[in-house]
């Protein structure tokens, strides 16, 4: 390799080189999609070590795995589903076990004493008042663009858990989002 | 809120990235055992390489080529240039004609691994 800079360009030439071999390429990848999937780990309920964890071997997998990428869908989504599917793997009884309320799912109770200040809410902290069940299903479905089949399936629990799961989730993210969303609201009118 | 609405919202609220400090650091973290992976799977072909080399030598040494060397410390009595030149025809019909069919496939498995090695190094390279 003659230079060591990292290669510009579309994440879909950046994919192709790293298919060829080119870790630099692939490097780049990972600084430019590595936050949103960490962040997504984190946001399905894993903690930051996990996460990161996680993170990191979806990145090592979706190497061994980014010659099947074809740009068809953005770069991002398609590692972000990996990392899902590896956390998944990983917490895949546990899961399974929250979600058909088999062990005791409460919610984060450090979220209930959260003060509902408009400016101070934003969706990490929203997520929080979320249980664990609601948050894996919300974040898969609207953070890694998986459908409630896909869910279901992989879990392999019935979809009607998961949707009601996501609904509840939706209702108490609905609440607690409200006074950000009806605040800027305001100021768009205003 | 009409439900699309809020739905396209948090869609749009997930696909913002949270900052993270260490994002360089992760990334560098990833490069790390990328490097890792690939230099354990450049030892593990050259060492299945070695092993498969010395197999072989190993299974052509003891098929023939000290039976062939004990026979002619044996025959003593021959002429040192005849002796030599009957062991030089002995090798060389040994080096020729392969020991057993294992050595056989034994001598294809390692150049097969020298060639995935040679591989290897070229796409890194390269």
Redesign the interface.
């Known amino acids: ?1 003659s230079s060591q800079r990292p290669p510009t360009g579309h994440d879909v030439e950046l994919a192709a080189l790293a298919a ?2 080119d ?1 630099l390429a ?2 780049e990848l ?2 430019r999609h ?3 999937v ?3 780990l ?2 399905m309920g894993a903690d930051s070590a996990m996460a ?1 964890d996680m ?2 071997d979806a ?2 997998a979706g ?1 061994e795995q980014v010659a099947d990428y074809r740009g068809e869908g953005a770069f991002g989504g398609w590692i972000k589903r990996i990392a899902a599917r590896c956390y998944l793997r990983k917490i895949k009884r546990e899961a399974r076990m929250i979600l058909t309320g088999e062990i005791q799912d409460g919610d984060d109770p450090t979220a209930l004493n959260e003060p509902r200040t408009a400016s101070r809410i ?3 902290e929203a997520l929080k008042a979320l249980s664990k069940g609601e948050r894996l299903c ?2 898969l479905c ?2 890694g663009d998986w459908s409630h089949a896909e869910v279901a399936e992989t879990l392999n629990i019935p979809i009607g858990t998961v949707k009601s799961h996501v609904k509840r989730g ?1 209702d108490k ?2 609440v607690r ?2 006074p950000k ?1 009806e605040g800027a609201r305001r100021e768009a009118h205003g | ?1 009409a439900e699309p609405d ?2 396209s ?3 749009r ?8 400090p260490d ?2 650091l ?2 560098a ?3 790390a ?3 890792r ?2 230099a354990l799977r450049r030892v593990l072909i050259g060492g299945a390489g070695v092993a498969a080399g010395v197999v072989a030598a190993a299974q052509i040494a003891a098929s023939r080529f000290s039976s062939e060397l004990q026979t002619l410390s044996l025959d003593g009595a021959r002429g040192v240039s005849a002796d030599i030149d009957a062991a030089l025809h002995k090798f060389n019909q040994l080096v020729a004609t392969p020991a057993s069919v294992e050595a056989l496939w034994l001598v294809a498995g390692l150049a097969a691994l020298a060639l995935a090695f040679a591989v290897t190094r070229a ?3 390269f």
């Open positions: 390799m060829a071999g870790r692939y490097g990972v600084r590595g936050s949103a960490r962040g997504l984190r946001r990161d993170a990191q990145f090592l190497f934003d969706l990490d919300v974040s609207y953070g939706l993210l609905r989002l409200a969303t | 809120m809020f739905e919202q948090l869609t609220l997930f696909s913002e990235a949270p900052p993270f994002a360089e992760f990334a973290q990833v490069a055992s990328l490097d992976g690939w796409m890194e390279e």
